[in-house]
């Protein structure tokens, strides 16, 4: 029934509303073999800081919605001890509250409830200022990425999945996809339980990567990726060969038709590798968890096992192992540092920095220097031996 349904729309390529995706002139010959790669995880203690920083600000952030939300902005502790959500997120009421008392400068904790500091209430007002203004922005990201995707569909809770990264807002249902209409619309395929996000309007201007985009209206028949690796990597003769061959094959947009291209090649992971570069542009802090993308195989057109791309092309992509998940991180947007270059930077992004450097300045000294500690110095698991190396073609 659903799939039926998504494999109809999947193969109406020009996707809905005439939208017309634009076949690429593919090179004439692809590469016969997916030639195998594999390089050993190694540390990057920059990357790592970056993604640490947000430890427990999702879960902070959440509940600073739920205060925020209530009249006066305050929530009574019978409300918290019977919201669900709070029950999912931290195990019990009891935790929140703990979690609350622990950071005392974004929340006070009275007995007539839980409200926000006056320092946590003017970052909130700002940060929703900011989300008015940039709301143009965050509706072209959503659009785009579901433009990605085959039947230019997703269900909702992948997109809310993606929410935080994409920097959505958190009531962003009744918000965004109610303004507009003529871009999104809801709909649930006959014998799924699932509501579906759908791309209503295609558009031309948009279907252009920001890898072409950096080429300036050059050539995009043969784009490179920007690569760069750990300090200390280091590349065998053999597999820096392949990575200059590889960056010289076609480049396929991600808001291609690639349906001829050969799975099994060289050219067609490089397509794949060109879509989760897209995607992450899309987010706002240039990453998103691994497990965030892991089912959206068939809707991007993937091949089994697609996101060993991560572990192929270390030089694009970061696979970070810190909060006891796996992060992938866009190199080029953090040029070897802990922070968002410049031109990557979003003003979202900055108010999730105060955020978090409000939430260290509630910790103990001693825990804050743990905290920088446990970023820099957690076991460089498969860095032994630099990096190992298998091509068979």
């Known amino acids: 029934m659903a799939w039926r349904w998504l494999r109809a729309a999947t193969g109406r390529r020009k996707g809905w509303q005439d939208a017309a995706p634009k076949t690429p002139p593919f090179a004439a010959e692809q590469r016969a073999t997916l030639v195998n790669v594999k390089l050993k995880w190694v540390k990057d203690r920059a990357l790592d800081a970056a993604v640490s920083r947000e430890r427990h600000l999702r879960a902070a952030h ?8 209530r009249p006066g902005h305050r929530v009574s502790r019978s409300e918290v001890l019977a919201d669900r959500s709070v029950h999912k997120l931290f195990g019990s009421a009891d935790g929140a509250l703990e979690f609350v008392r622990r950071y005392h400068t974004l929340f006070a904790l ?92 295609w558009d031309d201007l948009l279907a252009v990567s920001e890898l072409e985009k950096s ?39 991600p808001y291609a038709d690639a349906s001829s291209l050969d799975r099994r090649t060289d050219v067609s992971e490089k397509r794949n590798v060109g879509v989760f570069h897209e995607l992450l542009h899309l987010t706002v802090a240039k990453r998103t968890e691994r497990r965030n993308v892991s089912n959206m195989r068939m809707l991007l057109g993937m091949p089994q096992k697609f996101t060993k791309v991560f572990e192929r092309h270390p030089g694009i992509f970061y696979l970070s192992r810190v909060l006891g998940t796996q ?14 270059i410049e031109k990557h930077a979003h003003p979202l992004v900055a108010m999730r920095e105060e955020y978090s450097s409000m939430m260290r300045s509630a910790l103990p000294p001693r825990t804050r220097s743990r905290r920088r500690h446990d970023a820099f110095s957690e076991e460089d698991e498969g860095c032994a031996g630099g990096e190992e190396f298998e091509l068979n073609e």
């Open 62 to 69: 959440h509940l600073l919605d739920l205060v925020s939300s």
């Open 327 to 340: 992060t992938v991180v866009l190199r080029e947007a953090y040029a070897g540092g802990s922070q968002l």
């Open 110 to 201: 009275s007995r007539g409830g839980v409200s926000l500091t006056n320092a946590a209430l003017d970052l909130r007002r700002r940060e929703v200022e900011c989300l008015g203004v940039t709301e143009p922005d965050f509706v072209t990201r959503l659009r785009r990425l579901l433009m990605l995707t085959l039947p230019r569909s997703l269900p909702l809770h992948t997109v809310d999945l993606l929410r935080w990264d994409l920097g959505l807002p958190s009531d962003y249902r009744a918000s965004i996809l109610r303004r507009y209409p003529d871009h999104f619309a809801l709909a649930q395929p006959e014998g799924d339980e699932r509501v579906w996000l759908r791309l209503l309007s």
């Open 215 to 253: 080429a300036d209206g050059g050539d995009t028949t043969c784009l490179p990726f920007p690569v760069s690796f750990t300090k200390g990597f280091g590349l065998r003769s053999k597999c820096m060969a392949w990575l200059r061959e590889w960056q010289a094959l076609p480049y396929t947009s």
